[in-house]
């Protein structure tokens, strides 16, 4: 059974940085292209960033573009993003899953961007 498990959420003041996490236990990690998913408030969940199961390709929604960057460790099982120049539009739960069927939603990382 797959597992998802995501980490490195916070509040943040606008303009700040976080890096995410994401582990994934139970499954060919290495095989699968992952993603990066996000649930601000009172929205549906929407999709931020992909990458492929090497790493060599990714592709980011148009608000994020510049500002984060998707990244794995085929090694450790874990997808990461790192977010730059956060503004509070980028407040969400955030979510990994792989890019195709996605097994079961893990709990979610909170970011919230504040002052």
């Known amino acids: 059974q797959v597992q998802l498990v995501e980490s490195g959420g916070g509040l943040v003041q606008p303009g700040g940085s976080l890096r995410l996490s994401c582990e994934v236990t139970g499954s060919g990690f290495s095989m699968e292209a992952m993603g990066w998913y996000r649930r601000p408030p009172g929205k549906q969940r929407e999709p931020v960033a992909t990458i492929s199961s090497g790493g060599g390709s990714t592709n980011y929604v148009d608000s994020v573009k510049g500002r984060f960057t998707i990244s794995r460790d085929n090694a450790k099982n874990t997808v990461y993003l790192q977010m730059n120049s956060l503004n509070s539009e980028d407040t969400a739960v955030y979510y990994c899953?792989?890019?195709?069927?996605?097994?079961?939603w893990g709990k979610g990382t909170l970011v919230t961007v504040s002052s």
């Open positions: 899953n792989r890019g195709v069927k996605p097994w079961a």
